[in-house]
């Protein structure tokens, strides 16, 4: 079965560009989403189709996709942003969450 | 506003049927390229698709537990259902009721979640 593999973790400073990876076979060829979960919150998601960002999601957040690599950039990172990060993808009728990312802002 | 609410059980038994129900507004479901479903999350672990129902009744579900899982909706209810069977430990998580626009496939994207509802396997 197709797997997505992401870091652990991510440390960040404040102010600082936080960079979170996504991994998979081909995956360039697929779609990603990514969600952003809060300590006891629901996912929002953050990123679709590779680098398109919903209403109300800041400009701060940005995707990319290309070989085996999606790649989810939060410039000016805030305190607000300390989260886990999802990537997702559709391969075989099914979707496929990544492992998920902690983002630590120190 | 689209909102999703789940209900249901807080516990259940080992082997037991865990019947999961959301309840949603904001929107009639009658629409092509809008599913309704189901996503769970294990404490401490990562979000796992379980199924996905269209306003026609189309029906789809994760591979590796399509044996146990039945989801349904009654539109004039707006509810979806989501029946899981032969509750294990493993099961243990927060089951998220989840809205998808973009269709069933690579453009689809989960763009609307519940609050979650904690289910607790024990005997």
């Known amino acids: 079965s197709y797997e997505l593999t992401q870091p652990p973790s991510v440390s960040v400073s404040p102010g600082q560009t936080a960079t979170i990876t996504c991994s998979g076979s081909?995956?360039?060829?697929?779609?990603i989403s990514w969600y952003q979960q809060r300590p006891g919150q629901s996912p929002v998601v953050v990123i679709f189709?590779?680098?398109r960002r919903p209403s109300g999601i800041p400009e701060r957040f940005s995707g990319s996709n290309s070989g085996n690599t999606a790649t989810l950039t939060i410039s000016g990172t805030q305190a607000m942003d300390e989260a886990d990060y999802y990537c997702?993808?559709?391969?075989?009728?099914?979707?496929?969450f990544g492992s998920g990312t902690t983002v630590a802002v120190l | 506003q689209i909102t999703l609410k789940e209900s249901g059980p807080t516990v259940v038994k080992p082997t037991q049927t865990l019947t999961l129900t959301c309840t949603f507004s904001?929107?009639?479901?009658?629409?092509?390229?809008?599913?309704m479903g189901w996503v769970r999350q294990p404490p401490g672990k990562a979000l796992e698709w379980l199924a996905l129902?269209?306003?026609?009744?189309?029906?789809r579900y994760s591979p590796s537990l399509r044996s146990r899982l039945t989801i349904t909706k009654d539109t004039s209810k707006k509810e979806v259902v989501l029946k899981m069977t032969n509750m294990d430990s493993v099961d243990t998580g927060t089951y998220f009721c989840?809205?998808?626009?973009?269709?069933?496939?690579?453009?689809?994207?989960?763009?609307?979640w519940g609050q979650g509802t904690m289910v607790t396997v024990s005997s």
């Open positions: 989840a809205h998808t626009s973009g269709g069933f496939g690579g453009l689809s994207v989960f763009d609307v």
């Open positions: 904001g929107f009639s479901f009658t629409t092509s390229g809008e599913w």
């Open positions: 129902i269209h306003w026609d009744d189309d029906e």
């Open positions: 081909n995956l360039g060829e697929k779609y």
């Open positions: 189709q590779d680098n």
């Open positions: 997702q993808a559709w391969d075989s009728s099914a979707f496929i």
